[in-house]
């Protein structure tokens, strides 16, 4: 059910939740921007969150966030949503989730987020979502690539924050400056710091923390 979903909100003909809220229209010159995935980086990591009573935020998320509204920098959420993919819940129990955590956002230090992308397709999904390799999900860039183009986000200078090396290698892919992979969520799997450092080169840093409430110095 789409019917009941904010103004704001569009989902485009291939199905990417697209939202951008009213105050991103204070950016009329091109700014870089901070990118971050939702689970395990925003709110803590729950097995394909859809409960409103199980959204907890990660401490200092909205202390980051609030940081780069009162710089202007513009955030951006992107976010990939496999549940969606495997039917165990719907844009509306997506959309409910968001709004308590924008509220909670808002309650702690009046944070806001400027644009929220969500894919919901899956190599293992159902259809329509079952796709081998969309260009929307990470760590392919196409999120980030709309957001840049709808906010005149700048890739040099924009960060990516994510918990999963995939996170960072679509920020990579975006061309955008650089990473931090947090060790909340996923972070802490096999794998996923390790391939986060293996991405660092010339052209894109890569950043180590143990979570949001320690990323310090992006902008």
Excluded at 1 to 9: K, R, S
Excluded at 109 to 115: E, H, K, P, Q, S
């Amino acid at each position: 059910m789409t019917d009941q979903l904010p103004p704001t909100v569009r989902i485009t003909d291939d199905h990417i939740w697209t939202q951008i809220f009213d105050g991103a229209k204070r950016f009329t010159h091109p700014s870089p921007a901070l990118f971050l995935d939702r689970d395990g980086v925003i709110v803590e990591e729950v097995h394909y969150l859809h409960k409103v009573e199980d959204v907890v935020l990660i401490d200092g998320a909205a202390r980051l966030i609030g940081e780069a509204n009162a710089k202007d920098i513009p955030v951006v959420i992107v976010t990939n949503q496999s549940g969606l993919a495997r039917g165990m819940f719907g844009w509306s129990e997506f959309n409910q989730v968001q709004e308590r955590m924008l509220a909670l956002l808002h309650q702690e230090c009046g944070a806001f987020v400027d644009a929220v992308y969500a894919c919901p397709y899956h190599k293992s999904g159902k259809p329509p979502f079952n796709h081998p390799d969309h260009e929307a999900r990470k760590p392919n860039p196409a999120m980030l690539l709309h957001a840049m183009e709808a906010i005149k986000i700048t890739a040099q200078g924009s960060w990516i924050i994510g918990d999963k090396a995939g996170d960072l290698k679509a920020g990579c892919n975006a061309g955008i400056s650089g990473g931090v992979h947090v060790l909340t969520g996923h972070g802490g799997d096999a794998g996923e710091r390790e391939n986060s450092i293996a991405l660092k080169s010339e052209t894109f840093d890569v950043r180590l923390c143990d979570s949001i409430a320690d990323v310090t110095g992006l902008f």
